[in-house]
T-cell receptor, first 116, second 114 residues
Framework: DQQVKQNSPSLSVQEGRISILNCDYT??????FLWYKKYPAEGPTFLIS?????DKNEDGRFTVFLNKSAKHLSLHIVPSQPGDSAVYFC???????????????FGKGTKLSVIP | SQTIHQWPATLVQPVGSPLSLECTVE??????LYWYRQAAGRGLQLLFY??????ISSEVPQNLSASRPQDRQFILSSKKLLLSDSGFYLC?????????????FGAGTRLSVL
């Protein structure tokens, strides 16, 4: 059972335009969400996160939106740059479960290609 | 600042051979430590996590084991590798015991079992 889903395996965007990466989750106990960026043969790099008490968090060109009622979050990159080309993972965690609070549940990732 | 080191970067091992991957964290004390595996075309799967020396929790029953002999050292082992153990192994650390669980990853080890 996949609790965090990234339904688009890939996305191509023109340089300078907006990239929107989507993520859906099924576990209503998740209360903290993260986005990671991963280049080939490297470990994921933390990008941005959002707590369930917020619906938006912004950091430079990156903005994460959370819609709790729809169990959906999205990452917006504006403007997109060729260096943003990477695989983006959505992840979620829950502070409610003692053991589960250590675990991040990851989606399968979306490969973003920014075309110059 | 904190850094995480993971080695080797790549490893090719025959089926049935042992495995030892090492991960160390610098610049912090008593971190939570994690081992993940990314199989081809799949997301990140948590294998083990540790909240302290000698404390290991396994998330997926399998051919692998983990140990934490020192505060900032985490080791992934196997006595006999299987073909299905091939993948990209990642070590990670975090500070918070829960809630804002931001995990920071090492560069990973690409393991090919032949």
């Amino acid at each position: 059972d996949q609790q965090v889903k990234q339904n688009s395996p890939s996305l191509s965007v023109q340089e300078g335009r907006i990239s929107i990466l989507n993520c859906d989750y099924t576990n209503s106990m998740f209360d903290y969400f993260l986005w990671y960026k991963k280049y080939p043969a490297e470990g994921p790099t933390f990008l941005i996160s959002i707590s369930s008490i917020k619906d938006k968090n912004e950091d430079g060109r990156f903005t994460v939106f959370l819609n709790k009622s729809a169990k959906h979050l999205s990452l917006h990159i504006v403007p997109s740059q060729p260096g943003d080309s990477a695989v983006y993972f959505c992840a979620a965690s829950s502070s409610y479960s003692g053991a589960g609070s250590y675990q991040l549940t990851f989606g399968k990732g979306t490969k973003l290609s920014v075309i110059p | 600042s904190q850094t995480i080191h993971q080695w080797p970067a790549t490893l090719v091992q025959p089926v049935g051979s042992p495995l030892s991957l090492e991960c160390t964290v610098e610049g912090t004390s008593n971190p939570n430590l994690y081992w993940y595996r990314q199989a081809a075309g799949r997301g990140l799967q948590l294998l083990f996590y540790s909240i302290g020396i000698g404390q290991i929790s396994s998330e997926v029953p399998q051919n692998l084991s983990a140990s934490r002999p020192q505060d900032r050292q985490f080791i992934l082992s196997s006595k006999k590798l299987l073909l299905s153990d091939s993948g990209f192994y990642l070590c990670a650390w975090s500070l918070a015991p829960g809630g804002k669980n931001i995990q920071y990853f090492g560069a990973g080890t690409r393991l090919s079992v032949l």
